[in-house]
């Protein structure tokens, strides 16, 4: 598990690419609970474990029922165990690490994080989404 860890940590900093995780189905149902459970903690903060618990799932099924989209798109469903693992494991892995300051309130976080608002956090991991998508179906998504 500690191998599929560091993988997961080289994948968020673009040393490896999704091609390095074994297709296993498992490995997929795992990181969709991992990440399930990190998104409802993550929002269970500012909202109740109802709407919490929603968001979370709703937020692993797009992520999974777009990587399945993409990748049927481009004509290359088999990797789907592999890219979709990939991308729950960096969002949940993104996600615990941002748990700290995600916390906080508004005056706190502004010290904590310096001049970054959550809207440019978002700005920039939807740019790693798009850079990360584009590695994996080899096409460039720039428009």
């Known amino acids: 598990m500690f191998e599929v860890v560091t993988l997961l940590f080289d994948i968020c900093l673009f040393k490896k690419g999704p091609?390095?995780?074994?297709?296993?189905?498992?490995?997929?149902?795992?990181?969709?609970?991992?990440?399930?459970?990190?998104?409802?903690?993550?929002?269970s903060i500012r909202t109740d474990w109802?709407?919490?618990l929603l968001q979370a799932i709703v937020g692993a099924l797009l992520i999974v029922g777009f990587s399945w989209l993409m990748l049927y798109l481009a004509r290359k469903p088999e990797r789907f165990y592999q890219t979709g693992g990939a991308l729950l494991g960096a969002d949940a892995m993104i996600s615990f690490f941002c748990f700290a300051g995600?916390?906080?309130?508004?005056?706190?976080?502004r010290r904590f994080t310096g001049l970054y608002?959550?809207?440019?956090?978002?700005?920039?991991?939807l740019g790693?989404?798009?850079?990360?998508?584009?590695?994996?179906?080899?096409?460039?998504l720039d428009f």
């Open 117 to 125: 608002s959550n809207d440019s956090v978002n700005d920039l991991a």
């Open 50 to 52: 109802f709407n919490a």
């Open 128 to 140: 790693g989404y798009r850079a990360y998508f584009s590695q994996c179906i080899g096409t460039n």
């Open 19 to 43: 091609q390095d995780l074994p297709p296993s189905v498992w490995l997929l149902r795992l990181l969709v609970v991992i990440d399930v459970l990190v998104s409802f903690l993550m929002v």
């Open 102 to 109: 995600h916390g906080l309130n508004d005056d706190r976080k």
